[in-house]
């Protein structure tokens, strides 16, 4: 017994990593000097021969050598680039000032200076860890899975087809047209909103979260190594691969938290146990309509979520380490997705409550320094508030939703209480932190669904996303579940054997929790000849292209045709489907960089002429035992409230706008309407080719 408690705490204490033999020397001028040298030349030589995404790897391996967390690679790589978003998207807003903007070599050689500056004053050698651990392999696993299905569409498709599947929703069009306009103004639109205008509809460049964008364009100028990012199409395809990865990354990084929190004690088959489970249920569940519905800010949110509420549940790493990765948090997460922001805040509080013998010694400067980081995290939210937002009115809007699994969500999160909750884990600092963080986001989320259903009557747009965020912090606690699993017990076989004997029995676990959670036979014909629930899963539907966009040939029609030579807004109506037209006319604005020149962009929704009169047939059934002048009388009514919608549209455009219409004897009659009406417009005849 005593032996098994001196494991026990010696495995409890690596938790808290010190600094390695070679910190602590003597701090050397010609050190520093060297640093500063290095930090300038490296991007300045990177740039020159056009590789300045090669800095991303050196920034994320520099803060990794001198920070000191996590005993593993994987595990200091992780923290390492979370702190580094987060210290791009807070020196973002010096970035959107200065002079140069988001030009890579004075961004990157600031960023450089500040970790050598740092390393120097904290008398940090550079040093990494090489270890590995088996359920790495999970981690990058999940990683490379989830890509493997998120981008299988796009393969061997041009860039023109691959908007297909960019448009699948107008939010992703909206967030794009985020991306472009930082792009263009060089940092955070709330910053530049008058310049932002052209390409963003207000009052976007003022309330909604920029961090995602913000974080995307400043990778972007380093993949182009150009604050040019180019043709519109280019972008567009940059853009939803970037997207795409941050799905990806965001299951491998909700597989590597929940072992995170398992910590030390959490190994072998236990750990592949949990591992595999969370990417289960990652694979086959609804998380995966993230993509297909363009929820990009949402997703990244998540993301640096996962990654926060692990650092903070298990906080493994010294003071100033703590100190850093609790800023990084609370900026990284309110920056992208501020709804989130109130999960973070439980998670610190509880942190600072619980490990608060830990955090006496210079309290105070602890308390200022996380202050301080509130401030800056509250910046873009305060902001907002003060100037466009309705907070009440937007918690309540609606919209299209992706709802997390209920049982999941609800199974997972009464496995966290259990595990947190039995006396071997309440012990723990990190069991009674996860029970406090699923307390107080389960009470959150009540409050939040009772004042919905007590103002509106139901659990709206918002209540959804919070529940996603609910269900990060349930899977994260799967971590403490697998300490539930009694560990294999020490024999005197030989440490290849036991080696084997614990890959063998982590197979067998991974292979059971991808049947139980995501429905996977591998290869047992079903009971009923049919497929199993993996092949009806989200994720293998948009693999299979199933989910992509409507747009047809409007895509090639844009791109190849109708857009040469425009510089004015416009209007595409190819045919009568107004959400068709919709879209492709946002998609003409974004293509031009012009996504916020129409203000009634939605007024087109409501235009449903553009194509032959031909009806659909919803309308043949409705136009059953009407007579043809009754029938003529409808299309005729429907023409003047599509010509009333769409002349509040073109009223919306700073200039003249280009109407594409796709039938000729509709393009005559527009042009000659909207002439006796005194509406200035260009109506040009854009055949649309027939179904």
């Known amino acids: 017994m005593a032996t098994r408690s001196a494991v026990l705490f010696k495995n409890l204490g690596s938790q808290f ?7 602590g020397g003597p701090r050397r001028w010609l050190v520093l000097a060297a640093a500063l040298a290095f930090s300038w030349l490296v991007p300045l030589g990177l740039n020159l021969v056009r590789l300045d995404v090669v800095l991303i790897p050196v920034l994320v391996l520099a803060i990794a050598s001198l920070i000191r967390v996590g005993g593993g690679l994987l595990d200091r790589l992780v923290v390492a680039a979370f702190i580094l978003c987060g210290a791009v998207m807070a020196l973002g807003l010096l970035l959107s000032l200065w002079p140069w903007g988001l030009q890579p070599v004075p961004g990157v050689g600031l960023f450089l200076s500040v970790i050598s500056l740092s390393g120097w004053l904290a008398r940090r050698r550079p040093s990494l860890p090489w270890r590995v651990r088996g359920s790495d392999l999970l981690v990058l696993g999940t990683a490379a899975v989830v ?49 932002a205008r052209t390409y963003m509809m207000t009052p976007a460049e003022a309330v909604y979260p920029q961090g995602t964008h913000f974080l995307l364009a400043w990778i972007d100028v380093l993949v182009k190594s150009s604050t040019d990012g180019g043709a519109a199409l280019g972008m567009m395809n940059r853009y939803l691969l970037y997207v795409m990865a941050a799905y990806a990354l965001f299951c491998a990084a909700l597989v590597w938290a929940a072992r995170w929190v398992g910590g030390p004690r959490l190994r072998g088959w236990r ?16 998380m995966a309509f993230l993509v297909e519905k363009g929820f990009d800010s949402e997703t990244v949110g998540l993301l640096f979520l996962t990654v926060a509420l692990a650092l903070l549940l298990r906080p493994a790493m010294g003071r100033v380490e703590f100190a850093v990765v609790a800023v990084a948090a609370l900026v990284s997460v309110t920056f992208v997705y501020n709804l989130y922001g109130i999960l973070v805040g439980i998670a610190l509080l509880a ?36 100037t466009k937002l309705d907070v009440a009115k937007t918690s309540n809007l609606a919209g299209p939703m992706v709802i997390p699994d209920r049982p999941v969500l609800i ?49 709206s747009y918002y209540f959804e996303k919070l529940a996603a965020g609910g269900l990060v912090i349930s899977l994260i606690s799967l971590g403490m579940v697998g300490l539930m699993l009694q560990p294999a017990e020490r024999t005197r076989t030989s440490p290849i054997r036991r080696r084997a004997g614990s890959l063998a029995l982590s197979a067998v676990v991974t292979a059971a ?18 497929p199993s629930a993996w092949y009806d899963s989200p994720m293998v539907k948009w693999s299979k292209g199933e989910a992509k966009s409507d747009m047809g040939p409007a895509v090639n029609l844009l791109t190849e045709r109708d857009l040469k030579g425009v510089s004015t807004p416009v209007i595409a109506l190819y ?58 009388a409808d299309r005729e009514n429907e023409y003047q409230s599509s010509l009333e919608h769409l002349k509040r549209a073109i009223a919306s455009c700073p200039y003249p706008p280009t109407i594409l219409v796709g039938d000729a004897k509709v393009a005559e009659r527009l042009k000659q309407d909207l002439g006796s009406a005194n509406v200035a417009a260009t109506v040009v005849y854009a055949p649309f080719p027939s179904s």
């Open 17 to 23: 990593p010190e600094r390695t033999a070679e910190d």
């Open 147 to 195: 890509w493997h299905y998120v981008h299988h569409p796009l393969v061997g498709k041009s860039a023109a087809d691959r908007i297909a599947y960019f448009a699948t929703a107008e939010d992703r069009m909206g967030h794009f047209s985020y991306f472009d306009g930082i792009h263009h103004v060089g940092g955070y639109a709330f910053l530049h909103q008058e310049a």
């Open 271 to 286: 750990a592949a146990a949990v591992c595999a489970t969370v990417l289960s249920v990652m694979l086959s569940g609804s």
């Open 351 to 386: 942190a600072l409550v619980v490990h608060r013998r830990r955090f006496a010694v210079r309290r105070r400067l602890l308390i200022g320094v996380l202050a301080g980081g509130v401030v800056v995290a509250g910046l873009p939210t305060v902001f907002s508030v003060l």
């Open 411 to 459: 199974g997972c999160t009464l496995l966290g209480l259990v595990a947190a909750a039995l006396p071997v884990n309440r012990r723990t600092a990190t069991g009674r932190t996860v029970l406090a963080v699923l307390l107080g986001a389960t009470l959150v989320m009540a409050v939040f669904g009772f004042w919905q259903k007590h103002t509106i009557g139901y659990l």
């Open 513 to 530: 929790a991808l049947s139980m959670f995501a429905g996977v036979q591998w290869g047992v014909p079903s009971g009923w000849s049919k």
């Open 575 to 632: 045919n009568n489907d107004s959400y068709h037209s919709l879209k492709a006319t946002f998609l003409a604005q974004l293509l031009t960089h012009q996504g916020g020149d129409m203000l009634g962009l939605y007024e087109v929704y409501y235009v449903k002429v553009g194509g032959p009169a031909v009806p659909d047939k919803a309308e043949t059934e409705k136009d059953k035992g009407k007579t043809e002048a009754e029938k003529a």
